[in-house]
């Protein structure tokens, strides 16, 4: 059981961003950069430069990117010819494998073009390119031995376990609040599942144990566990299961915050209808800008504002009061004797 994903110009960029499609994003081995996926919708974003293919330093020794034949899978893949549309991705989430790079100098580094994930019991193999035909230019079996291994990869199935014991936490990545179903199926070296019981798994967040989670036995599926846990605070979880014959085994996931209003940017009139209304105010639309308008209280008023001022001082008639003044001083002091 596995799915096989292929990003395209035409429609992936808005099944990205659409929030009606949380559940395939869940699927999706990355996390896709929405801003620069905005300026794919409708089919644009063709690029007329290329973007070279490396391998991914997580890529190194798996079946997908092996090129056969004793060959170095590092100087193998940036010999592929070049892709020229791909969907920019920030980067693999927690628990994925980046396989493949392309250059894209707006991210610094090479957004991830290929990776894989487990999801549940199965497998997820995504390509950010619908270009990787352009391969065939390097022969035909080069094109086919990639798409093959990716294919028998996924359809292979998921075993995350060893010796019949299998942990599966259903998603790589939570929101906060979301509970985490955990499920473990536990059978022998000849495949008899274990009698029901009670399974404790450790839970570790952010590396540092939390405590431990009881799995109970599922009604009717022998050898199977389950139970749900429902994470705190946002991080990094690890679920760690140990039992003598296999030792440790751990399966891990991310929760992160809560990003509702961030993963649909699109204008919401409804609401922002409802916020005008409850606040006294009216919400108007683009097409509205003439009754924006009319919708204007007229707040004019006359003001009267008094000309240039003249200080008392400066006039002819007080320099001739203060001339009089002295010169009567002088007559009064002159008469008197004074002068």
Do not use: N
């Not at 009606?20 to 644009?44: K, M, N, S, Y």
């Not at 890529?59 to 592929?80: E, K, L, Q, S």
């Amino acid at each position: 059981m596995g799915l096989v994903f292929i990003a395209g110009g035409a429609y992936t960029p808005e099944a990205v961003l659409d929030d009606a499609l949380a559940r395939l994003h869940d699927l999706l081995p990355v996390v896709a950069d929405a801003a620069r996926t905005r300026a794919l919708v409708g089919g644009a974003g063709y690029f007329d430069r290329e973007r070279a293919v490396s391998l991914a330093p997580e890529g190194r020794g798996h079946p997908i990117t092996d090129p056969g034949g004793g060959a170095d899978p590092v100087g193998y893949w940036p010999r592929m010819p070049p892709v020229y549309w791909a969907l920019p991705a920030l980067r693999a989430k927690r628990g994925a494998t980046p396989l493949l790079l392309a250059e894209d100098p707006a991210f610094g580094e090479g957004t991830v073009l290929a990776a894989t994930q487990s999801y549940g019991l199965g497998r997820v193999f995504y390509c950010g390119s619908p270009e990787t035909w352009r391969w065939r230019r390097r022969g035909v079996e080069v094109y086919e031995r990639f798409w093959l291994r990716a294919l028998r990869y996924c359809t292979a199935g998921r075993v995350p376990g060893r010796r019949g014991v299998q942990m599966a936490v259903g998603r790589s990545s939570y929101t906060l609040g979301e509970a985490v179903p955990v499920e473990v199926s536990i059978a022998d070296e000849r495949l008899r599942p274990r009698a029901g019981g009670v399974v404790e798994v450790v839970v570790e967040h952010e590396g540092r144990p939390l405590g431990d989670l009881e799995l109970r036995s599922v009604p009717g599926a022998a050898g199977r566990f389950g139970g749900v846990f429902l994470p705190e605070s946002p991080g990094s979880y690890d679920l760690v299961l140990a039992l003598p014959e296999i030792g440790r085994l751990m399966e891990s996931f991310e929760v992160r915050p809560p990003d509702v209003e961030f993963r649909d940017l699109r204008m919401a009139p409804r609401v922002m209808g409802e916020l005008a209304g409850s606040a006294g105010g009216r919400y108007l639309g683009p097409e509205e800008f003439a009754a924006l308008l009319e919708a204007i209280p007229d707040r004019t008023r006359t003001v009267t504002e008094p000309g240039p001022l003249r200080p008392l001082w400066d006039t002819p008639c007080l320099l001739a009061l203060l001339g009089l003044a002295l010169v009567a001083e002088w007559v009064m002091r002159k008469r008197m004797g004074l002068v």
